[in-house]
T-cell receptor
Framework: DADVTQTPRNRITKTGKRIMLECSQTKGHDRMYWYRQDPGLGLRLIYYSFDVKDINKGEISDGYSVSRQAQAKFSLSLESAIPNQTALYFC???????????FGPGTRLTVL | AQSVAQPEDQVNVAEGNPLTVKCTYSVSGNPYLFWYVQYPNRGLQFLLKYITGDNLVKGSYGFEAEFNKSQTSFHLKKPSALVSDSALYFCAVRDHEHPSNDMRFGAGTRLTVKP
């Protein structure tokens, strides 16, 4: 079984809809991250959480919100989706003792 | 804030030849440097990292990278490329002096190894 899972893997939605992307991990890591990937731009950090009570904005948090429901779960919400949020979204985890991040398989989101 | 540059969007090499994927970085403190690889329809996989110590770091699948502080570079290398190495490669940096700072990724370099 995969250590970091993301649901859904693909989603097509319409402008203005609320969308939630979910991430779960079985690695026991305390730190979790949400990134988006756009061609030619690499990965950009949206939000990150160092523990259940800690939430931090990343480079591009506008239009997004997150919830850390438990150590193993970190969800990303788009309150009112817009077309330029069409991208590949990745969740990642890491342990506080080292900086290596472990990525989920990604969610491809299309906003029409 | 920290930043990473990968000056080449695309690198093409013939199978069996050595490969180099370039990365330069900018941080105010000491860098933690990483290379990740992304295969089609997959998430990123960790290849190797430099934290401290020996400037030459060896990682997965025969890859290695050399930390060069004076040139602020961390180029990824492999002595003999395989067709299966074809993928998207990302360099990333984090500022060790500011652990709460996030990790910054480069835009990625697409490596194509031709038979």
């Amino acid at each position: 079984d995969a250590d970091v899972t993301q649901t859904p893997r693909n989603r097509i939605t319409k402008t203005g809809k609320r969308i939630m992307l979910e991430c779960s991990q079985t690695k026991g890591h305390d730190r979790m991250y949400w990134y988006r990937q756009d061609p030619g731009l690499g990965l950009r950090l949206i939000y990150y959480s160092f523990d259940v009570k800690d939430i931090n904005k990343g480079e591009i948090s506008d239009g997004y919100s997150v919830s850390r429901q438990a150590q193993a779960k970190f969800s990303l919400s788009l309150e009112s989706a817009i077309p330029n949020q069409t991208a590949l979204y990745f969740c990642a985890t890491s342990d506080y003792r080292e900086d290596t991040q472990y990525f989920g398989p990604g969610t491809r989101l299309t906003v029409l | 804030a920290q930043s990473v540059a990968q000056p080449e969007d695309q690198v093409n090499v013939a199978e069996g030849n050595p490969l180099t994927v370039k990365c330069t970085y900018s941080v105010s403190g000491n860098p933690y440097l990483f290379w990740y690889v992304q295969y089609p329809n997959r998430g990123l996989q960790f290849l190797l990292k430099y934290i401290t110590g020996d400037n030459l770091v060896k990682g997965s699948y025969g890859f290695e990278a050399e930390f060069n502080k004076s040139q602020t570079s961390f180029h990824l290398k492999k002595p003999s490329a395989l067709v299966s190495d074809s993928a998207l490669y990302f360099c990333a940096v984090r500022d060790h002096e500011h652990p709460s700072n996030d990790m910054r990724f480069g835009a990625g370099t697409r490596l194509t190894v031709k038979p």
